[in-house]
T-cell receptor, first 115, second 112 residues
Framework: DTEVTQTPKHLVMGMTNKKSLKCEQH?????MYWYKQKAKKPPELMFV???????INESVPSRFSPECPNSSLLNLHLHALQPEDSALYLC??????????????FGSGTRLTVV | GNSVTQMEGPVTLSEEAFLTINCTYT??????LFWYVQYPGEGLQLLLK?????DKGSNKGFEATYRKETTSFHLEKGSVQVSDSAVYFC???????????FGTGTRLLVSP
């Protein structure tokens, strides 16, 4: 298995809703990442988990809450989002956070619309 | 800090034309360099990589050579197809737990 699987593919939520994005990989990767991508822009790093512990939070607002239940799963819990949070949310994984020779494997993303 | 600069797009070509997308980087030491491709409505896919100077990464007819002297990693393909239409991101990564740094992306449009 060489994929990162993200669910759902599309999500529409109201500003008072609570929802979660899910990401799963079975490649034995020990680093997992959440990125946010706005239209016509490169992905922006949000969070990094290394060996199931949060190692980087890029000053992301608290309405985004990551969780890594085990080495294969990564969740992003969403609460009280704003319309400007509408974007493509990408999950990625890599062999190890500290190994530069390895690229990241990205999922197909969840396209989130906040209404 | 580390950064990646890509040529502005869109790059518009006819099928079977030669493609070059320029990428230069700023980093100390010897970062690993990557090209990612993003097809419409999809996530990013790793296209090729090079981990040391003079390495050539290649995949699906695309090539890029790690040039330390010019700090460049230009993407080339001898004959593009309509199916190559996508956004291409150049990226670098250093060791020491540093994150993947992306360029701004270059959109390629190939017409029949």
């Amino acid at each position: 298995d060489t994929e990162v699987t993200q669910t759902p593919k599309h999500l529409v939520m109201g500003m008072t809703n609570k929802k979660s994005l899910k990401c799963e990989q079975h490649m034995g990767h020990r680093a997992m990442y959440w990125y946010k991508q706005k239209a016509k822009k490169p992905p922006e790093l949000m969070f990094v988990y290394s060996y199931e512990k949060l190692s980087i939070n890029e000053s992301v607002p608290s309405r985004f809450s990551p969780e890594c239940p085990n080495s294969s799963l990564l969740n992003l819990h969403l609460h009280a989002l704003q319309p400007e949070d509408s974007a493509l949310y990408l999950c990625a994984s890599s062999q190890d956070q500290g190994a530069p020779n390895y690229g990241y494997t990205f999922g197909s993303g969840t396209r989130l619309t906040v209404v | 800090g580390n950064s990646v600069t890509q040529m502005e797009g869109p790059v518009t070509l006819s099928e079977e034309a030669f493609l070059t997308i320029n990428c230069t980087y700023t980093a100390t030491g010897y970062p690993s360099l990557f090209w990612y491709v993003q097809y419409p409505g999809e996530g990013l896919q790793l296209l090729l990589k090079a981990t040391k100077a003079d390495d050539k990464g290649s995949n699906k007819g695309f090539e890029a050579t790690y040039r330390k002297e010019t700090t460049s990693f230009h993407l080339e393909k001898g004959s593009v197809q309509v199916s190559d239409s996508a956004v291409y991101f150049c990226a670098l990564r250093k060791g020491g737990f540093q994150k993947l740094v992306f360029g701004t992306g270059t959109r390629l449009l190939v017409s029949p």
